[in-house]
C-alpha cells in the first residue's frame, strides 16, 4: 500500500547569523534564500529522485497531518521557476559580471557548498538535481556525500557550523503538528534546529498555539507559522514522502490504512487492534 507519511525530506540552508558560522554570508540575505527555493523543481525531483512515490513540498507540516497542512496560495509559492530566480538575483545586486556563468556580489562569488547522506540515495540523487538547477541560475554549488554521523555533526556543530547547505529528512515523533513545528524555535538550536534559525515571533507563535484549546483557533496560528517559515525560506521542503507498506490478510485481520503507515507508525492503530485469523 501507498500511504500519506508524516515525513519530509529538505534542502536546509544555514542561517546562523550569530558571528559563529563559518558558512556562505549570502546565505543570510533573504532574497537568495528565496531565490534559491525558486530554484528547485519539486514535482520533477519528487518524480525522479523519488521514483513518483511521494508529493512534492512547500511548507513544515507533511500529507499524512493534512488537516493542519497550510496550503500556499499559487501567488505565493516558490517553485521551479529558474527565471524569478534570476530576476529576484539581478534585483538584489548578484549578477555575473565577468561572463564565467556565476553571478557575484561586491566581489564575493555564488559558490556555495552542499552535503548529503551518502547512505540515502534520494537525497543524493536530489542534490544532483538540485545542483544542476542552479548552475542555470548563475549558482555554483559543490556537492559533497558523507555518512549520516558525520552529516549531523558538521551540521549540529553549533560552535562553527561548517557548511552551507544540506539535504536530510525529518519524520513526526506523534501525529500532531507540535513536533514539526518545533524544529525551527530558538530553544532547538544546536538540537532539532540545524538552521540556526532564529525568530521570536515564530517562538512565541509556537507557545500560543501549544495551550491553545479552540481547535479552529489554534489552527490559524499553526497555518501563520507555516506561513512565516516558509516565507523565510529556510527550508526547501523537497517532497512529503509516501509510506510503502505490505500486510497479510491471511494470517492476520483488523488492519488500518491509516497516515503514518500500517506499521511502525506512531498512530499505534493496528498495534492495538490487529488479532490472528481463527
Known amino acids: 500500500v501507498e500511504l500519506d507519511s508524516f515525513s519530509f525530506h529538505q534542502i536546509g540552508i544555514n542561517m546562523d547569523a550569530s558571528g559563529n558560522s563559518l558558512g556562505n554570508p549570502m546565505l543570510l540575505d533573504k532574497e537568495v534564500r528565496r531565490a534559491l527555493n525558486f530554484i528547485a523543481d519539486r514535482k520533477q525531483i519528487t518524480e525522479i529522485a523519488l521514483a513518483g512515490y511521494g508529493s512534492p513540498g512547500s511548507v513544515l507540516i507533511p500529507d499524512g497531518l493534512k488537516e493542519w497542512q497550510y496550503q500556499v496560495p499559487d501567488s505565493e509559492k516558490m517553485d521551479g521557476d529558474i527565471e524569478q530566480a534570476k530576476a529576484i538575483l539581478e534585483a538584489a545586486g548578484y549578477r555575473d559580471s565577468d561572463g564565467d556563468g556565476i553571478r557575484e556580489k561586491d566581489g564575493k562569488k555564488m559558490d556555495f557548498r552542499i552535503i548529503a547522506n551518502e547512505g540515502t540515495s534520494v537525497d543524493v540523487r536530489a542534490a544532483q538535481l538540485y545542483r544542476d538547477a542552479a548552475k542555470k541560475a548563475g549558482i555554483n554549488l559543490t556537492l559533497t556525500t558523507m555518512d549520516e554521523n558525520t552529516l549531523g555533526g558538521t551540521i549540529l556543530n553549533v560552535d562553527a557550523p561548517d557548511w552551507d547547505l544540506y539535504v536530510w529528512g525529518w519524520d513526526s515523533e506523534y501525529p500532531d503538528p507540535s513536533y514539526l513545528l518545533g524544529i525551527p524555535l530558538t530553544s532547538q538550536v544546536g538540537i532539532n534546529n540545524e538552521l540556526y534559525y532564529r525568530n521570536p515571533e515564530y517562538d512565541k507563535l509556537y507557545s500560543q498555539q501549544a495551550v491553545e484549546m479552540d481547535k ?31 500486510y497479510r490478510t491471511d494470517k492476520w485481520t483488523g488492519w488500518v490504512e491509516c497516515p503514518g503507515g500500517v506499521i511502525y507508525s506512531v498512530t499505534y492503530e493496528n498495534y492495538l487492534n490487529v488479532e490472528p485469523v481463527k
Not at 496560528?221 to 517532497?239: A, C, P, R, S
Open 216 to 246: 479552529d483557533k489554534r489552527m490559524q496560528i499553526v497555518n501563520e507559522m507555516q506561513k512565516m517559515f516558509y516565507d523565510d525560506g529556510g527550508f526547501i521542503v523537497l517532497w512529503y514522502q509516501d509510506k510503502l507498506q505490505a
